[in-house]
């Protein structure tokens, strides 16, 4: 049974930081994409960030680049989201998914986490 429990989230300031980790279990992810999206109230869920398991390639959505690192570590399953310079617009549940690919829809989920930025 594949399973994506996401941590890490909670209440910081703005211009502070956050760390998120998704732990991945039940299958091999060597060919997926782990891919970070968030979903503010009243709003679409967005992404914000990919890594490619294999190639630990990432990707970015313009509104965090430059602020927001992801990253993996293969040993334990785990992805993580580094999030500095937290912004109030960065106030969402963060989801993390797996997707056969880069440019696959998620074929799995977590069940989110909650960020809140105060100004």
């Known amino acids: 049974q594949v399973q994506l429990v996401e941590s890490g989230g909670g209440l910081v300031q703005a211009g502070g930081s956050l760390r998120l980790s998704c732990a991945a279990s039940?299958?091999?992810?060597?060919?997926?994409?782990i891919k970070w999206f968030r979903q503010a109230p009243g709003k679409e869920r967005m992404f914000v960030a990919r890594?490619?398991?294999?190639?630990?390639?990432?990707w970015y959505a313009d509104s965090v680049k430059g602020r927001f690192t992801i990253s993996r570590d293969s040993a334990s399953n785990t992805v993580y989201l580094q999030m500095n310079g937290l912004k109030p617009e960065d106030t969402a549940v963060y989801y993390c998914?797996?997707?056969?690919?880069?440019?696959?829809?998620?074929?799995?989920w977590g069940q989110g986490t909650q960020v809140t930025v105060s100004s």
């Open positions: 890594i490619t398991w294999n190639s630990g390639s990432t």
């Open positions: 998914a797996a997707s056969f690919g880069p440019a696959g829809p998620p074929d799995y």
């Open positions: 039940g299958r091999s992810f060597s060919t997926y994409a």
